[in-house]
C-alpha cells in the first residue's frame, strides 16, 4: 500500500510538473504575457510548391497554360473591396482600390513565381538578359488578343513604356520604379512579337518591374494625344464598361458606387487548362463594396460573400464556426502590409503664399527628437493584445517581417518606455505645465491624427495612440474620415497633421518602395512636393538624401548579399528618423467557402493570386 501511495505521489509530482512547463509555455506563447501575445499556429499549412504555369503552342498561338487540376465551369464568386475606385486606367489609379480594379485588367509582361518569388513570363512568352546584363530583350507571345480581337504586339508594349510611363501620364509611381539613377532605360521595338530594353546600368529589380500593365496602343493612344490633362480622366468611374479593351482574365461590365463592381470574364484570354480549353472558369466575379469591417464580416456569416480578411478578435470565433461552417481558414503568416504612422513634414508654401502645415507643428514634426519620443511612447504590444487579440506582431521596420530583406536587428525594436519619450522632448525644448506638454514658444502641442473610416482595427488604433499619447502630455484630435477623402490628402496633396495609413510592401524586392522613400517620389507621403515643388532641391532633408543614395545602390548592385546590407542601412535610417512611424504586422487570416476550389495559397502570393484557374464546385 506504501508503496502504491508513493507511485501515486510521484505521478502527481510529474503531473503538477508537466502542468506548471505547459502553463509557463503557454503563458508565453498564448497571451497571459502580452508582450508576446502573438503565436497563431497554421490552420491550414501553405502550399510551398503551386506549379507555375507552362507555355504551349496551338496553332500557332502562345497560350500560357495552366497545371492545376482541370475545374467546372461556370458560376459567381463574391469577395468584398472596402473603398470605392476614382479611375479604372491603370496609370491613374494612385490609391489601392484603383490600382487593384484597375490592374485586374491589364496584364504585364512578367509575373511572380508565388512559390519561389523568381521573375517568370506572362505576356512575354520568355525573355533574355545578354551578357552586360543592362540589355533585355523580351520576345511575346503571337496570336494573342486584347477583348475587341486585335492582336497584342509590340507596338502596344512600346507606346505603354515609351509613351506612357516615360513620357510621365497619370500617376508617376511606374516610373519611379523604372528609374536608374535618375536616368530611364531606353526600349526599342525589334519586331511585331520583339522588343528591347537597354538600361542605363545593370539595374537588380529591372525584370520584377516589367509587370507593369500593357495598355492596348489602339484604344489609349486617342487619349495621350489629347494630353495630360485629358488623360487625368480616361477610363474614369464613369466610363462605359462596353469601351474597354483588356488583356486580363476578367473585364468590366458594371459599376455601382457603394453597391458593387462586377467583372466578367475575357473569352480572349490567353491561358488554357490541361485539356487546352480557355480560362477563366468563372463567368462573374462580384465585389460587394462594404462600409466597414464589421459590415464585411456580417456579409460573410449570412453567405453574401465568399472570403473574408477575419479580424484577430475573431479568429476563435471561426475556429469554432469552421466545426460546422462551409468554409475553410488559412493562416497566410505576417501580412505584407505595412502600417505606420506618417508626420507631415512639409515646409513649403502654397500658390496663395500659405503654408501646407501650420509653421509651429513644422517645426515639431520636423524635430527628430519628437518624432522619436511619439515612437517610444506608442505602446505596439498593447495594440497587439487589445485590438487584435495577440494574432499580430509589433512592426518597427520599413520592411515587412517576411522580407527576404528585413533588418533582423531593427525588427526587434524597443519596448515602450514614457519617461525616455519624455526625455528626448525635453532635448528639443518641449516643457510640461501641468501635465501638458508645450514646446519652446509656449504653444501647446496638438495635432489632428486621420485614418481611413470602417476600418475598425484602425480606428481602434487610433484610440489607442491618442491614449498612449496623452500619457506625454500631447492633445490628439483623432478623425477617422472617408477612404477617398483620406487619400485626397496625402496622396493628391499635402493637408493633414498626421495619418495612420499603410502601404503594401513587394516582399522580393525593397526597390518597389523608390517611390516612398526618393523626395520626388509619388508616395514620398511624408514630405510630398506638389508639381510645383519638384525643383525644392534645397528643401529636400538630409535624410532625404541619404535614402535616395541608398535606393540608387541597392538598385545597381546584382550581388544578393552586398544588396541586403544596403537595404540594411535605409531601414537603420527610417528607424532612426522616424518619418513613418511603423506599428503592427497582422497575421493574415483568410476564410474561404469549401466550395471554391484550386485555392493554393501562399506567403508571396496570398490566398485567391490565381483568380483565373479557381472554379465553384457545386
Request: net charge positive; with cysteine.
Amino acid at each position: 500500500m506504501r508503496k502504491n501511495a508513493y507511485k501515486i505521489l510521484i505521478i502527481i509530482f510529474i503531473f503538477v510538473l508537466i502542468i506548471g512547463f505547459f502553463f509557463l509555455i503557454f503563458k508565453k506563447d498564448y497571451g497571459f504575457d502580452k508582450i508576446e501575445y502573438t503565436s497563431f499556429e497554421p490552420l491550414v499549412g501553405l502550399v510551398n510548391n503551386v506549379p507555375a504555369p507552362r507555355n504551349a503552342t496551338i496553332n500557332g498561338v502562345d497560350y500560357l497554360q495552366s497545371l492545376l487540376p482541370v475545374g467546372k465551369f461556370g458560376g459567381v464568386f463574391t469577395t468584398s473591396i472596402m473603398g470605392e475606385p476614382k479611375t479604372f486606367n491603370p496609370y491613374n489609379a494612385n490609391d489601392a482600390t484603383s490600382a487593384e480594379l484597375s490592374e485586374i485588367m491589364y496584364d504585364g509582361l512578367t509575373q511572380t513565381n508565388v512559390s519561389t518569388g523568381e521573375v517568370i513570363p506572362k505576356l512575354a512568352k520568355n525573355f533574355e538578359i545578354l551578357p552586360d546584363k543592362k540589355t533585355y530583350i523580351i520576345h511575346l507571345r503571337k496570336g494573342i488578343k486584347w477583348s475587341d480581337g486585335v492582336e497584342i504586339t509590340a507596338d502596344d508594349v512600346y507606346f505603354t513604356y515609351n509613351t506612357i510611363i516615360f513620357g510621365g501620364y497619370g500617376d508617376g509611381s511606374a516610373k519611379d520604379v523604372m528609374t536608374i539613377d535618375g536616368m530611364l532605360p531606353k526600349v526599342e521595338k525589334i519586331d511585331k512579337y520583339t522588343i528591347k530594353f537597354v538600361t542605363p546600368k545593370p539595374f537588380a529589380p529591372f525584370l520584377r518591374n516589367l509587370s507593369a500593365s500593357i495598355v492596348p496602343k489602339h484604344i489609349f493612344k486617342n487619349a495621350t494625344d489629347k494630353g495630360r490633362e485629358y488623360f487625368l480622366t480616361f477610363q474614369g468611374v464613369d466610363v462605359n464598361p462596353k469601351n474597354l479593351v483588356i488583356s486580363g482574365a476578367f473585364k468590366l461590365k458594371e459599376y455601382l458606387p457603394s453597391q458593387r463592381v462586377v467583372y466578367v470574364k475575357n473569352n480572349n484570354y490567353y491561358l488554357i487548362n490541361k485539356e487546352d480549353k480557355k480560362l477563366p472558369y468563372i463567368d462573374k466575379w462580384v465585389m460587394v463594396i462594404v462600409g466597414d469591417t464589421n459590415n464585411q464580416t456580417i456579409k460573410f456569416e449570412s453567405g453574401v460573400i465568399d472570403v473574408l480578411a477575419v479580424n484577430g478578435s475573431l479568429v476563435n470565433r471561426y475556429r469554432e464556426l469552421k466545426k460546422h461552417g462551409d468554409f475553410e481558414l488559412y493562416n497566410l503568416g505576417s501580412s505584407t502590409n505595412t502600417t505606420f504612422i506618417v508626420f507631415n513634414l512639409n515646409n513649403r508654401k502654397n500658390k496663395e503664399g500659405k503654408y501646407y502645415v501650420d509653421p509651429k507643428k513644422q517645426l515639431w514634426f520636423q524635430d527628430r527628437n519628437f518624432r522619436s519620443a511619439i515612437d517610444w511612447a506608442i505602446d505596439r504590444n498593447d495594440i497587439v493584445l487589445n485590438v487584435f487579440s495577440g494574432m499580430a506582431k509589433p512592426l518597427y521596420s520599413a520592411e515587412p517581417l517576411n522580407s527576404l530583406f528585413l533588418n533582423e536587428k531593427v525588427a526587434k525594436g524597443h519596448p515602450k518606455n514614457i519617461e525616455y519619450a519624455k526625455e528626448l522632448l525635453k532635448k528639443s525644448g518641449f516643457y510640461y505645465k501641468d501635465g501638458i506638454l508645450y514646446d519652446k514658444n509656449d504653444n501647446r502641442v496638438e495635432f489632428e491624427l486621420l485614418t481611413n473610416a470602417g476600418n475598425t482595427q484602425r480606428e481602434a488604433v487610433g484610440v489607442s495612440i491618442k491614449q498612449d499619447l496623452e500619457k506625454i502630455g500631447i492633445r490628439v484630435n483623432f478623425k477617422p474620415i472617408e477612404f477617398n477623402s483620406l487619400i485626397n490628402k496625402t496622396v493628391n496633396s499635402v493637408d493633414y497633421d498626421c495619418i495612420i495609413l499603410a502601404l503594401t510592401s513587394n516582399i522580393n524586392e525593397p526597390n518597389a518602395g523608390y517611390n516612398v522613400w526618393t523626395p520626388n517620389g509619388a508616395l514620398h507621403l511624408f514630405n510630398k512636393r506638389t508639381n510645383n515643388d519638384l525643383k525644392s532641391s534645397d528643401k529636400v532633408l538630409d535624410f532625404e538624401k541619404e535614402l535616395e543614395n541608398i535606393f540608387k545602390q541597392g538598385a545597381i548592385e546584382l550581388d544578393f548579399n552586398k544588396r541586403k546590407k544596403i537595404y540594411d542601412k535605409y531601414q537603420e535610417i527610417v528607424a532612426r528618423e522616424n518619418p513613418l512611424i511603423y506599428l503592427y504586422a497582422p497575421l493574415n487570416i483568410s476564410a474561404i467557402r469549401k466550395k471554391i476550389r484550386n485555392i493554393y495559397p501562399t506567403k508571396i502570393g496570398g490566398l485567391i493570386h490565381n483568380m483565373a484557374e479557381i472554379y465553384i464546385e457545386n
